[in-house]
């Protein structure tokens, strides 16, 4: 994955950013349990950023484990750059492999989570991942886990 210097990620989530009219969570039929959004963002002027938000929540039908990955990616020609990354994963044993461990990633840089990650449930991830990406999402997301009947008009 190609990712840019910690402080240039930094300089890029320091703008009030917008994600307006986010689509629906798709859900995904090779995986399930996996939810995802993606959308790109607005700089608060309403002018297109270049960056872009991808959410992924996934809830293992096997283990009930609950796994938030949220992103933020500049759009480049070459292809998409990492900015931003939190990774929650609620496991309550060792993880098989380190990078499982909760983290999260401003630009090359990775940063340790912290033990009270693994009670967040998505409300939590969401708010902080919108607090350190500095992002608002009009109207609110939606949580996925939560089923929602909706009437149209």
């Known amino acids: 994955m190609l ?5 240039e990620a930094r300089a890029l989530l320091a703008l009030s950013l917008v994600c307006e009219d986010a689509p629906d969570w798709a859900s995904h039929k ?7 959004m993606e959308c790109g963002l607005l700089v608060e002027g309403r002018v297109r950023s270049g960056l872009r938000v991808s959410l992924e929540f996934a809830v293992s ?13 500049r759009v480049k020609l070459g292809g998409l750059q ?3 990354q939190l990774q929650v994963n609620a496991i309550a044993r060792k993880p098989k492999c380190w990078h499982d461990f ?16 693994l009670d967040w449930g998505f409300r939590e991830a ?3 991942f919108c607090q350190q990406t500095n992002i608002t999402f009009v109207p609110p997301l939606a949580d996925p886990s939560v089923f929602e009947l909706r009437f149209s008009s």
């Open 61 to 73: 039908p096997k283990t009930g484990v609950t796994t938030y990955k949220f992103t933020v990616f």
């Open 102 to 117: 909760v983290h999260e990633h401003m630009g090359l840089e990775r940063i340790p989570g912290k033990q009270e990650w």
């Open 126 to 128: 969401l708010n902080y």
């Open 30 to 36: 090779l995986k399930p349990g996996l939810e995802t």
């Open 3 to 7: 990712d840019m210097p910690a402080a």
């Open 82 to 84: 990492r900015v931003y």
